[in-house]
C-alpha cells in the first residue's frame, strides 16, 4: 500500500517501461495462444479462420475492459495514493480473475439483456456469429478510442449499441430498413438513456451525503484536534523555554538543589497511584497539567468511534454486493436471510477489527492515522468491487464470445451458450493486461483529474458507487456502474468545492454518442464480415 496521502497522482504512473511491458505482452500471448489450442479442440476445428477472428476480437474488447472499466474502478485507489498502479494490478489480477473464474456463470444469455429479437426474421447461425463478432469488434474499438482520452463509458452501452448495429444491418439486408428498425427493443434503449442522468445523479447523493458525513465528523474534527494538539505543544514549548530562563538564574547551589527535585518528580510520574500533588516542581506540574488536557482531549476519538460504524456499513455493503450480485451465479443455498445474516456478522467483524486497529494507532499523528485505516478501508471495497466486476461485467466481453463458440461447436444457435472456465481465464488475463497498458490516462481522469482523491474521499466514492448499484439492482433502476461512479466522484467534488466540469463536459457526450457511435461501427463491420465470408 502507498505510503503517504502526499504521492502525487502523476506519480503513480512513472514506471518503468520494458521488461514490466515485455512481461504482461508476454502473458497476454501465452494465455491467447493456450486458448486458442484449447479452443480449435472444443469447437471441433470447425470454421477455423472465423474461430480465429472471433477470438482476437474477444480478446481485444477483454483488453479495453481492462484499459477502461478495470481503470475506472480501481482510479479512486490509485489517485488518492492509497495503492500504486503495480498495487491495483495485483489485486485486479486476483479479484478480478477470480470473479470471471469462480462466480462468471457457466452460462450466458446469447443475446445480451434482450435488446433485439432475431426471432422475427430467419438468422442463420453464421450470420449471428458476424452479428456478435461485429459487435465485439465496435464496442472494443470504441472503448479503445475513449480509453485513449481518458475517457470512462460504459462498456455495457457500448456491446449493447455493438448488437443493435449489427443486427439492424442484417435486418436491412434481408426485411428492409422499417423491419430492421423494428428488430430493436427501443424501450430497453430507452432506459439507457435513463441512465445517462439516472446513474450519475445517484452516485453524486450518496457519495455527497457520505463524504459529507465523514468530513463533518471525521476529518474536520480531526482538523480542530489538530490546532488543539498544536496549541499544546505551543504550550509545552513556551513552559520549557520559561523553566530554562528561570533555571539559569539560579544560583549554584540552587541548581543541584532543583534538579534533584526534578529527578524526584520524574520518578513519581510513573510511579503507581501517582497524585499532582506528589509533585515538587512547578515545571513538572504545569507539564502534567498540559499531559492531562492532552489525553482529555481524546484527538483520536473521531476515529475511534466514528470509522468503526463506517467501516461495518461498508463491510455489509460489499458483502451484499458480493452475496446478491458477485456469487449470484453459484448455487450456494443461501436463503434471503441466510445472506442478511452473513452481511450482519461482516459488518460486526469488521466493526471490531477496525475498532482494535484505530486504537493501536493513538499513537500516531491524526493525519498518518487518518490516512491509514481510510487506506486499508478502501483496499477492501475496491477488492470487493473488482470481485464483482469480474464475476459480472465480463459477461460483456465473454457473453457474445460464448455465443459464437456455442454455434462454432454446435452448429444452431440457443438461448444461452455455456462459458468454458478456459475463456474465463484467458479473458480475465486480457482484463489485467488491458489495465497496464492502455489504463492509466482513466486512472488519471477518475482518481485525479475530475477532482482531488484522499483515501477517506476514494473510499467514499467507491462505497457510494457501491451502495448504489446494490439499490438499483434491488429496485430493477436501469443504472450503470461506470456512470455511478463518476457521479460518486462529482459528489466528492461538490462537497470539497473543487470539481473539474470542463473535464466532466466530454465524457459525458462520450456516454451519451456511447451506443450510437457502437451501433454505426459494427454496421459497418457486419456488412465487411458478411461481405468477406
Known sequence: ????????????????????????????AIASIGFLIWG??????????IFLLATAFGLFMAFNIGGNDVANSFGTSVGAGTITIKQALAIAAIFEVSGAVIAGGEVTDTIRSGIVDLGAMS???????FIMMAALLAAALWLLFATKRGWPVSTTHS???????????????????????????????????ISWVLSPVLGGLVSYGLYWLIKEHILLFNDRM?????????????LRDEHKSRFERLSDIQKISYTHMMVRDAEALDEEGFTPDDLETEYYRRLHDLRTQRTELAAHKALQNWVPLVAAFGAAVISAML?????????????????????????????????IFARTLRGDSLDRSTFLIFSWLQVFTASGFAFSHGANDIANAIGPFAAILDVLKNGTVGTEAAVPPAAMMAFGVALIVGLWFIGKEVIATVGHNLTEMH??????????AAAVVMMASTLGLPVSSTHILIGAVLGIGLVNRQ????????IAMAWVITLPAAASLSAACFLILNAAF
Open 323 to 355: 452475496l446478491f450480485k458477485g456469487l449470484k451465479h453459484m448455487d450456494l443455498g443461501l436463503t434471503t436471510l441466510n445472506n442478511y445474516l452473513i452481511m450482519g456478522m461482516i459488518g460486526a467483524a469488521a466493526w471490531m477489527a477496525t475498532y
Open 123 to 129: 438468422v442463420e447461425p453464421m450470420q449471428f456469429v
Open 455 to 464: 483515501p477517506a474521499s476514494g473510499f467514499s466514492a467507491e462505497l457510494a
Open 226 to 238: 489538530k490546532e488543539q494538539l498544536h496549541h499544546l505543544q505551543n504550550q509545552r514549548r513556551k
Open 499 to 506: 470539481t473539474n466540469w470542463a473535464l466532466m463536459k466530454p
Open 1 to 28: 500500500m502507498a505510503t503517504g496521502a502526499s504521492e502525487p497522482a502523476s506519480g503513480n504512473f512513472g514506471l518503468k517501461i520494458g521488461v514490466a511491458d515485455l512481461g504482461f505482452g508476454l502473458l497476454f
Open 159 to 193: 456491446i449493447v449499441g455493438g448488437i443493435v448495429g449489427s443486427s439492424i444491418a442484417l435486418g436491412v439486408l434481408l426485411s428492409g430498413g422499417d423491419a430492421a428498425l423494428a428488430l430493436a427493443q427501443w424501450d430497453q434503449i430507452g432506459t439507457i438513456m
Open 40 to 49: 480449435l479442440d472444443y469447437t471441433n476445428t470447425s470454421q477455423i479462420a
